[in-house]
């Protein structure tokens, strides 16, 4: 098997034939390429005014269900701090503020997650999927009924995902597109139940005082929210055995 992966790269070197790389690979589909002729000039106007190569990006999100609102944050790979380059506004979001713990529930999850997967096919024209269940999910939630397939799609329809409208939708999915070609292995995104300064906090976790599962998830988050608003850094998040995080 080397012997043939050696053969193909030299005659890729020897006729000068390039591979294609994941941008071009993902501009295949129809409805990418919509996206790219629509919003890449945007998209990479956006990045130079904050100084930020196309070749070098690396993107975090944040999502507040309050505010229905998702922030992009950029950096080049060789940067230390991301730095808030645009905020989305929220179509749509199913639901309460608190976590998604069984199918069906119509809850948006809150916790912390990544981009699982892009899907140019999607029924809401396009899609980016999370690893809904996460490890803590799948330790506090119901067993064997978690649900899945949690995505942020166009459209303006939701039950359970986050709906953006198919124009925004687009210029985020350009974002990952471009984050991925440029050789970002994992795009975090982490959802919170509101913008978790401390009077927020501090409501929140007095109207729900009795709910131990909603406020042990939101102490948690609001560490992460404190330190990454500090830092401009996400912090390293570890699933603990009984569902809670360490948050580094």
Known sequence: MKFLIYLF?????????????????????????????????????????????????????????????????????????FTLLKEFPVCEMSGE?????????????????????????????????????????????VKGHLGNEIFIHGGCLSSGCIAMNDERIKELFVYCVEAYNSGQQRIDFTIYPACLNDANYTKLTKEYSKDKDKISLWADLKKSYDRFNTSKVPPVVRFLPDGTHEVN
């Open 97 to 141: 503020i608190g976590p998604k713990r069984r199918y069906r529930d119509m809850q948006v999850p809150e916790g912390f997650y990544h981009i699982s997967d892009l899907n140019p096919f999607s029924k809401y024209y396009l899609s980016m999927q999370i690893n809904y269940p996460n490890a803590s999910d799948s330790i506090r939630g």
């Open 9 to 81: 790269s030299l005659f890729l070197l020897t006729f000068g034939v390039t591979p294609r790389s994941f941008r071009d690979k993902q501009k295949s589909y129809t409805r990418v390429s919509e996206a790219y002729g629509e919003k890449e000039k945007i998209v990479l106007k956006t990045l130079a005014e904050h100084s930020i190569s196309r070749d070098s990006l690396r993107i975090y999100f944040r999502a507040f269900k309050t505010e229905k609102k998702i922030e992009l944050w950029g950096k080049n790979a060789s940067d230390s701090a």
